[in-house]
C-alpha cells in the first residue's frame, strides 16, 4: 500500500513539472513583433558625410576632336539634397574629359545634369568614371562602368538615364534592395499612409513602401538589420523581432509577421 502511494505522488509531481515547464515555455516565448503607439515617423537615412570638395577646373575643349552628349538624371533620393554648389563631372580613365556640370533644378523636386564629354579617335571602349558632389552631403559619389564612346550621341534625352550614384557612396558602400510584404491576416487595416523601415540600431537604414523595392545601406556586409512598420490605422510601430542578413549585392523579398 505504502508503494502505491509512492508511486501515485511520483506520477502527480510528475504532471506538476510537466505543466509548469510549458507554463514557462509559453511566458518566455517572444511575439513576432513588439508595439508602441506613435505619431507618424519622419524616417530617413543620413547620407551626409564629411568629404572635401573637390576642385575640378574647365577642361581645354581644343584638345577633343569629338563630343557626346549625356543627360544625367539624378536618383530621387539624392534630388532631393541637390543644391545650385552641386557638380558632376566625367572622367575617361584619369582625364576629366567635361566642363564641371551645374544641376537644372525644377520645381518637381527632379534635377538633371548636361555632359558634353569630350573625345579623340582613340576613345572607343572605355572606362568612364562619373562623379558627383553634392554640396549639402558633403560627399562625392563615385561610380565606374565601360561604355563605347559615340561622338554625337545625345544619351538621356529621351528616355531618363539614373545612374546609380548611390552606390558610389563611400559612407555605406554595401547596399541592397528590400521588398517587404505583408502577411493575410493583419491586425490592422493597410493604409497609403503606412511606411516600412530598416534599422540597425537606432540608426534608419532605409525607408519604403509595401510591396515596392527600396534601397538599404550598410557599411559592411556582416551588419544586419531589423525592420520597423508603422501603421496609420493603428497608429503605432511594430518592431519586428527577426533580423534580416543580406548577402552582397543580394535583392530579397521577405514577409514579416505581426
Known amino acids: 500500500m505504502k508503494t502505491v502511494k509512492i508511486l501515485m505522488l511520483t506520477a502527480v509531481l510528475t504532471l506538476g513539472w510537466g505543466c509548469s515547464s510549458s507554463d514557462d515555455d509559453d511566458t518566455s516565448s517572444s511575439s513576432a513583433a513588439t508595439f508602441a503607439e506613435s505619431e507618424r515617423p519622419s524616417w530617413s537615412v543620413n547620407l551626409s558625410g564629411n568629404d572635401t570638395a573637390p576642385g575640378w577646373q574647365d577642361i581645354d575643349r581644343t584638345q577633343y576632336e569629338s563630343w557626346m552628349y549625356v543627360t544625367v538624371r539624378l536618383q530621387d533620393e539624392l534630388a532631393a539634397h541637390v543644391s545650385s554648389d552641386d557638380r558632376m563631372v566625367v572622367f575617361i580613365g584619369d582625364e576629366q574629359r567635361t566642363m564641371p556640370a551645374a544641376p537644372n533644378i525644377y520645381d518637381d523636386g527632379s534635377a538633371y545634369f548636361v555632359l558634353t564629354i569630350g573625345g579623340n579617335s582613340t576613345d ?47 559612407k555605406y558602400p ?84 505581426f
Open 124 to 170: 572607343r571602349e572605355i572606362n568612364i568614371r562619373l562623379c558627383y558632389w553634392c554640396s549639402q552631403l558633403h560627399q562625392l559619389f563615385t561610380i565606374e562602368e565601360k561604355t563605347t564612346f559615340t561622338p554625337e550621341l545625345p544619351y538621356g534625352n529621351t528616355s531618363d538615364y539614373v545612374p546609380p550614384l548611390l552606390k558610389g557612396s563611400r
Open 174 to 257: 554595401v547596399q541592397n534592395s528590400l521588398t517587404v510584404s505583408l502577411p493575410a491576416q493583419l491586425p490592422f487595416t493597410l493604409t497609403d499612409s503606412d511606411l516600412v523601415a530598416a534599422f540597425i540600431g537606432d540608426e534608419c537604414r532605409g525607408v519604403g513602401a509595401v510591396g515596392k523595392p527600396f534601397t538599404v545601406f550598410r557599411t559592411s556586409v556582416g551588419e544586419t538589420l531589423q525592420l520597423r512598420y508603422y501603421s496609420s490605422g493603428k497608429a503605432g510601430i511594430y518592431s519586428i523581432q527577426e533580423t534580416v542578413a543580406l548577402a552582397e549585392n543580394e535583392s530579397k523579398n521577405i514577409t514579416i509577421a
